[in-house]
Each structure stands twice: as structure tokens, then as C-alpha cells.
């Protein structure tokens, strides 16, 4: 049986989305240089009883999960530079809606893409950019997104 080809995440094509339920994606493969989704897990649970030396199990419904991202930090337009747009959903009342979505291999077509659900996903806290003077290091931030699911779809 031969190998699969290997894959980098050289290509990798990440976009993010403000607008509850609905397809409206914006590139951030720019500024956006990690994406660090979670294990997911569903709830488990034992009881024990008096007549057995092992536990009743049961598997519960999925967790929700957090999606970390960090990005390169550069000032400029608050509606061109993904910090902002997360910082300005952050801010909101209650929270605003912040979905991402990333693919793997690119950003065209007939690709895999994994993505946080547009309904309820929301920035659940910031890391705002930071240094030291004794580096030359790019400026970073980071945003932990949490929501419902994961999804998985192809590209078309």
C-alpha cells in the first residue's frame, strides 16, 4: 500500500464571518497565522453498583468547543484588519457573532473546510498584541472563538 502524500499548512486558506447564518466569508489568510482547534469530546458518565466491580457507562451529547487563533498584529482601518473585527465582536453587548472557517489545503475549490457554526460561535476572549524590546518577533494577538460544533464540508 503506498503513502499518502503529505500536506503542509503553507496554503492553508482561513476566513472569518460577522454575520449570523449567513455565507458571507472574509479572507484573513493574511493576518491569521495559527489555528488551533480543540480535541472534541462528548460528555461521559459512570454510576457504580453495589453487585459489580466495574462501572455503568454512558456517552452523552457533543461538548462545545474553542477554537484558539493568533494572528499578526498591524494598525490601520478598523474594518480591514481582522484584530478589529474581532476586538469590535468581543466588545459587544452579550457578544457578537464570530465564526471561522479554515482550509487545509487552500482556498479553491473540491477542498476540505472546517468551521466553527455561524450561528452561535462567538470571540469568548482577546489577547491583545504585546512585545518585548529585545526581540524582533512580529507583534502577535489572539482570540479563542467558542462554539456549538465543528463542521465539516468540501469546498465547492
Known amino acids: 500500500m503506498a503513502l499518502p502524500d503529505g500536506m503542509t499548512s503553507c496554503a492553508m486558506c482561513v476566513q472569518y464571518n460577522t454575520a449570523t447564518g449567513t455565507a458571507t466569508w472574509i479572507d484573513a489568510s493574511d493576518a ?4 488551533e482547534p480543540p480535541s472534541q469530546a462528548r460528555m461521559t458518565g459512570e454510576a457504580y ?3 459489580e466491580d466495574v462501572a455503568v ?8 468547543v474553542e477554537v484558539t487563533v493568533r494572528g499578526v498584529f498591524a494598525e490601520g ?3 480591514a484588519h481582522p484584530f478589529y473585527q474581532i476586538y469590535a465582536q468581543f466588545t459587544t453587548a452579550c457578544g457578537g457573532p464570530f465564526a471561522v ?7 479553491t475549490t473540491d477542498h476540505e473546510v472546517f468551521s466553527t457554526n455561524t ?3 462567538e470571540v ?3 489577547t491583545f498584541p504585546a512585545g518585548e524590546a529585545g526581540s ?4 502577535m494577538f489572539e482570540a479563542v472563538i467558542r462554539s456549538r460544533d465543528i463542521t465539516r464540508a468540501v469546498w465547492s
Open 49 to 51: 453498583v453495589f453487585g
Open 101 to 107: 472557517r479554515w482550509a487545509p489545503a487552500s482556498c
Open 136 to 139: 524582533a518577533d512580529p507583534i
Open 57 to 64: 457507562t454512558g456517552v452523552g451529547k457533543r461538548e462545545p
Open 32 to 35: 491569521l497565522s495559527v489555528v
Open 124 to 126: 469568548v476572549s482577546v
Open 119 to 121: 450561528v452561535d460561535s
Open 77 to 79: 482601518s478598523t474594518t
